[in-house]
């Protein structure tokens, strides 16, 4: 069989063994703060920059 190929006869069927009290529960994480970042530069010092990474491509 050449690369690439699909045999249906080498699919398994997946029987998971696990209960869903040991699964992670995605909103047992939740955070309400907020995020502060000071990158030290100034906005046209970044916008400068940014057309320097443009005017790369």
Known sequence: M???SYDESEQQ???ADFDDDD???SDQNS???TIEFENGA???ELLDRLKEIKDDD
Do not use: P, R, T
């Open 2 to 4: 050449g690369f690439g």
């Open 13 to 15: 069927e997946v029987d």
């Open 23 to 25: 699964a992670v529960q």
């Open 31 to 33: 955070h309400d703060g």
């Open 42 to 44: 100034s906005s046209d």
